[in-house]
C-alpha cells in the first residue's frame, strides 16, 4: 500500500465559519467525484450517490459504517491508521492519501481507489471530520497488477532450468500473485495424470495433502484433474465441496490444511492439454472475485512457453544421445559445412587421426586428407555446393586418411549430404579404419594364390605322373599281347584265365591314367574358346555310344550354340552319357539330353536316364576322385568320370548336381532314373537353333516321358 | 657311336617287298615290341636300325645320305625322349639342307591322347603317326598299312 502524507505547516486560525459538517456535506454533495465524510473514529456520516454506486450499495447503506469495514482484508489496518494519523493527538497530519481496496457490497469485487482524506477542523482549531474523495484506480490498477504478474512470471520462468523448474516457478508465483497456500501440477503420462514433482506451497501444514495427491492417479473424467483433463474448461471447488469426500476425494486432508477453496486450471497449448495445474486456497483468502479467470489466463500464456521449454529439452537429450552415441562408436563420425569447415568431431575421430575436437572444430576437414587428394577433394566440394549433390552421397567409398602424425591409412567413407535451413549446405560423415580388412584381404589373396599355385604344382605332379605310368603300360599291354598268341598253348586253361585277369587288370590300370590325366589336365589348359555347336556335339558322342550300346534309346532336344572350350564339352557329354549308360543298370535305358534357358540368362543343361538312379545321400560323393557307388571292378568305371565333370563345371563358373528323373520315377517306369542338371552363368550361349520349340527338359515335365515321336530333334534307336 | 644295323627276317609271304626302317625309341621294351610287330608283318621284310637318343638319329641320318642305300625309307620316332625329344628331331630333320633328309617320311609314335602333340608334330613335317599302347590287332594293322605304303 502506498501511503502518502502532507503535513500541514501552519494551524488554521479561527474564524466564525459555518460548522465543519455543514461544510463537509456540502463539499461531498457536491464534489464531482466518490466521496464521503468520516468521524474521528473512522464511521462514515456523509457519502455521495457516487460512492455507493463505487462500492455496490445504496448511500443509506454506507452510513454509520466504519470505513476499515469495507476495506479488503488485507487493507483493513492501513485504512484504520490513515484515519488515526489525520485525527491524531497533537501531530495530527491534514491530509493523507492512500490506495485502498475495497470489498463491494453486492458482488464482493475489489474496488482499487486512491482515497484522499483532509481533515476539517472545529472553531477551536480540533479536528472535527475528515472528508474523503475517492478516485476509482479498479480499471488501472488491475491492469498494472496483471502486468506485473505476467512480467514478473516470464522472469522467473525465463531464468528456469528445464520445464520442471519452470513449472516449479510458475506455481510459485501464481500463488503469490492470486495468494493461493498451495500449487501442483498433473501431467498426463502412460494415459493417466500423476503428479509432477513441481509443486510450491506459501507454508508448511501441506504435507498430508501433497502426499496423498503424489499417491494418485487420474483417468480421463476422474476427480477434479481428470475432469479438467478431459473438458479443457477450467474448474472451481468451493465450500463446502471442497470438504465433501463425495464431491473431493481428498476432502479429509484439505480440511486439515485449512483449504476452503480448489482452482483446477488446464495447461495447454493450442495443440492439446500438457497438464493440469491444482491452486488450493485457505479459509482467509477464500472467495477472492476473478481468480479462476486470472490464473486461466496466466496459464494460457505459459502453456507454449513450457511446451517449448520441453521441447528443447526433448532435442538437447536426443542431441546428447547422438552425442554419446557418435563418441562410443569406434567408428570416427564427423560434419562438415558447406564451406568443408568441421562442425563435429567424435571421439572415434580423435582415437582414428589423433586430433582432439578443439584442435580441429571451425578448421577445414582437408586436416585429415593426404595432400595429394586435396584439389580433388576441393573439386568435388565445389561441385557439391554447385549441384546440391554429391557423387559420394548414399554409397561407400574406399579413400585413404591422414592421421596428424603424418601416417596415412586406409578408410571406408560413407557420407550424407543436407541442406540445413539454419546452416545451409551440411555433410556428416562415417569413417572406418580398414586397415585390418585391408590386410586380412591381402592375406586372404595371398594364400588363394598360394592355394593355386599348389595346387597347379599338384596337376603338374599328377600330369607328368600319370605320363610315366603310361609307358611301362605300353609294355605291359605288348608282352601280355604276345604271350597269349605265343604262349597260349603252353598254359592250359588255368594260365590262360590267370592271363586273362592280368590283361584286365592292366586295362583297367590303363583306364585310371587316363582319366587321372584328364582330371589334372582340365585346369591346365588354357582352352581355345570358340562357338560350339552342342547339338552337333552331342549327336557325335551318341552316334558312337549307341554303336555300343545297341539297346539304349537316346533322345537328344533342342541345345544351344555357346561360346566355350569345346574339349571341356565334349568331355562333361562323353563323361554324362556314359555314366548313364555305364551305371543305369539296364540294357534298355532310355537317355535324353535336354537344354533350357532361364529368364536370367543361365543355362541348364541335362542328361537324364531311367535307369537304377542315386540314392539322395550318395549324391554329392560321387563327384568326388576315385568315388564309385558300385564295388570297384575291373569292367566298370574308374569313378572320375563325375569329379572331371564337375571340375569342367565349375571352372565356367557353374553348378552341377544330381537328382531324380521325376519322369522316370513316375508309376510304371522301370527305374528310379537320374537326371545330372549343370548350371551355366548367363552369357555362355550365342544361339539356340531356329525353328523348333525350346523344350522342357525330359526330367522336369513327367507328361514329356513318353515323347511324341518327332519331337525329339535326333532319336537314336538300336 | 656306330649305327647298329639288325637284318630282320624277311617276311612269311616270301620277301617280296622290302622296307628299310629307322627306329627312334629310348624305351627297350617299346623298341622290342615295336621290332616285333615288324617283324610280324605280311609281304614286308623290314630291315630295322636304332637310334636310342634323338641326338643319335639325327647324326645317323646325316651320315647315313652320303652311303648308298644306308638312307631309311622310314623313320619311327618316339616323341618322348630325354633331351632331345621327338619333336626336336624332327624339326632338326626338316631344318636339313639335304632335300632328302627334308622328305624323309617320319612316322611319330605317341603314348599322349592329346591332340595338340599330334597336331603339333604334323605342323613339324611329321607324315604320320601312330598311337602306343603297341600290342593288339589295332596297332599291328596300322603297322602293316605304314609297310605297304613304303616298301618297295
Known sequence: ?718 | MNPQVTPCGAGLSGGSASLRVLLVEDDEDHLFLIRRALHDLAGVSVTSEIARTGEEAVELLRRARFQPGALPELVLLDLKMPRVDGLEVLRRLRAEPDPALQSLPVVVLTSSERDDDREQALRLGATWFLCKPLDGARFRAEVQQLAIRWAH
Not at chain 1, 205 to 211: A, K, N, T, V
Not at chain 1, 220 to 228: A, F, R, S, T
Not at chain 1, 298 to 317: D, M, N, S
Not at chain 1, 588 to 617: C, K, M, R
Request: aromatic share 6%.
Open chain 1, 1 to 718: 500500500m502506498q501511503v502518502s502524507a502532507r503535513v500541514s505547516g501552519r494551524r488554521r486560525f479561527r474564524r466564525r465559519v459555518v460548522p465543519a459538517r455543514q461544510r463537509a456535506v456540502v463539499v461531498v454533495r457536491r464534489a464531482p467525484l466518490a466521496a464521503c465524510v468520516l468521524d474521528a473514529e473512522g464511521r462514515i456520516l456523509e457519502a455521495n450517490p457516487a460512492l455507493g454506486e463505487l462500492l455496490g450499495c445504496g448511500v443509506e447503506h454506507l452510513k454509520g459504517r466504519p470505513l476499515a469495514s469495507l476495506a479488503y482484508l488485507e487493507d483493513v489496518t492501513p485504512a484504520g491508521g490513515a484515519v488515526a494519523a489525520l485525527f491524531a493527538e497533537g501531530e495530527g497530519l491534514d491530509r493523507v492519501q492512500l490506495e485502498l481496496r475495497c470489498v463491494r457490497l453486492d458482488n464482493h469485487k475489489l474496488v482499487w481507489g486512491a482515497w484522499d482524506l483532509s481533515l476539517l477542523r472545529d472553531a477551536w482549531g480540533r479536528p472535527a471530520l475528515a472528508v474523503a474523495l475517492v478516485r476509482d484506480l479498479s480499471q488501472a490498477m488491475q491492469a498494472e497488477y496483471e502486468r506485473r504478474f505476467f512480467e514478473f512470471m516470464l522472469r522467473t520462468i525465463g531464468g528456469a532450468e528445464g520445464s520442471e523448474a519452470m513449472l516449479c516457478d510458475a506455481i510459485k508465483t501464481i500463488c503469490h500473485f492470486t495468494r493461493c497456500a498451495m500449487g501442483q501440477v498433473w501431467v498426463p503420462r502412460d494415459g493417466v495424470l500423476r503428479c509432477s514433482p513441481a509443486w510450491h506451497a506459501a507454508r508448511g501444514g501441506f504435507d498430508q495433502l501433497r502426499g496423498a495427491s503424489t499417491a494418485l492417479r487420474y483417468a480421463h473424467g476422474e476427480g477434479p484433474p481428470g475432469l479438467v483433463w478431459t473438458t479443457g474448461e477450467p474448474l472451481a471447488l468451493g465450500d463446502p465441496d471442497v470438504h465433501d469426500p463425495e464431491r473431493f476425494d481428498r476432502a479429509h486432508e484439505a480440511y486439515r490444511a485449512g483449504i476452503r477453496e480448489v482452482l483446477v486450471v488446464p495447461l495447454a497449448t493450442p495443440s492439446g492439454l500438457i497438464a493440469v495445474m491444482e491452486l488450493f486456497v485457505t479459509a482467509d483468502r477464500a472467495g477472492e472475485p476473478g481468480r479462476l479467470a486470472r490464473i486461466s489466463r496466466v496459464l494460457t500464456e505459459l502453456g507454449p512457453i513450457i511446451q517449448r521449454k520441453r521441447a528443447e529439452e526433448a532435442l538437447r537429450a536426443s542431441e546428447e544421445r547422438f552425442r554419446e552415441v557418435t563418441n562410443a562408436a569406434l567408428d570416427a563420425i564427423v560434419s562438415a559445412d558447406g564451406d568443408g569447415n568441421l562442425r563435429s568431431w567424435s571421439r572415434g575421430a580423435e582415437r582414428m587421426f589423433g586430433w582432439r575436437a578443439e584442435e580441429v572444430l571451425g578448421r577445414p576437414l582437408t586436416v585429415i586428407i593426404p595432400e595429394r587428394f586435396r584439389r580433388q577433394h576441393a573439386e568435388g566440394l565445389a561441385r557439391v555446393r554447385r549441384t546440391g549433390e554429391s557423387k559420394l552421397a548414399g554409397s561407400v567409398v574406399e579413400l585413404t586418411g591422414l592421421r596428424r602424425d603424418g601416417s596415412e591409412f586406409p578408410v571406408e567413407l560413407s557420407i550424407g549430404v543436407w541442406d540445413d535451413p539454419t546452416t545451409g549446405l551440411s555433410f556428416a560423415g562415417v569413417l572406418r579404419d580398414i586397415t585390418e580388412r585391408k590386410q586380412a584381404e591381402e592375406a586372404l589373396a595371398a594364400s588363394r594364390r598360394e592355394l593355386e599355385r599348389s595346387n597347379a604344382e599338384l596337376e603338374t605332379l599328377v600330369y607328368s605322373v600319370s605320363h610315366d605310368l603310361k609307358s611301362p603300360m605300353v609294355s605291359l599291354l605288348g608282352y601280355l599281347e604276345y604271350l597269349r598268341l605265343d604262349y597260349a598253348g603252353l598254359l592250359g586253361e588255368e594260365g590262360n584265365r590267370y592271363l586273362e585277369r592280368i590283361a584286365d587288370c592292366t586295362l583297367y590300370m590303363q583306364r585310371l591314367i587316363h582319366d587321372l590325366i584328364e582330371l589334372s589336365r582340365v585346369g591346365r589348359t588354357g582352352g581355345r574358346v570358340e562357338e560350339v555347336d552342342l547339338g552337333a556335339l552331342v549327336r557325335g558322342i551318341v552316334d558312337d555310344l549307341a554303336a555300343a550300346h545297341p539297346a539304349v534309346q537316346f533322345r537328344v532336344g533342342r541345345l544351344p550354340v555357346v561360346r566355350a572350350d569345346p574339349l571341356g564339352f565334349r568331355q562333361l557329354y562323353t563323361n554324362l552319357l556314359d555314366n548313364a549308360v555305364r551305371h543305369g543298370g539296364r540294357d534298355d535305358l532310355v537317355v535324353a539330353v535336354a537344354a533350357t534357358s532361364h529368364p536370367d540368362g543361365a543355362l541348364e543343361l541335362s542328361v537324364a536316364d531311367d535307369g537304377q538312379g542315386i540314392p539322395p545321400e550318395h549324391r554329392e560323393r560321387v563327384f568326388g576322385v576315385f568315388e564309385r557307388l558300385d564295388a570297384p571292378s575291373t569292367a566298370a568305371g574308374t569313378g572320375m568320370g563325375l569329379a572331371i565333370c564337375r571340375k569342367i563345371v565349375e571352372l565356367l563358373g557353374g553348378s552341377i548336381a544330381i537328382h531324380d528323373n521325376l519322369a522316370a520315377s513316375a508309376p510304371g517306369s522301370p527305374g528310379q532314373g537320374t537326371e545330372v542338371r549343370v548350371l551355366l552363368p548367363a552369357g555362355m550361349v550365342c544361339a539356340w537353333p531356329e525353328g523348333e520349340p525350346e523344350l522342357p527338359p525330359l526330367a522336369r515335365d513327367a507328361s514329356a516321358a513318353p515323347s511324341p515321336a518327332g519331337l525329339f530333334e535326333h532319336e537314336v534307336r538300336a
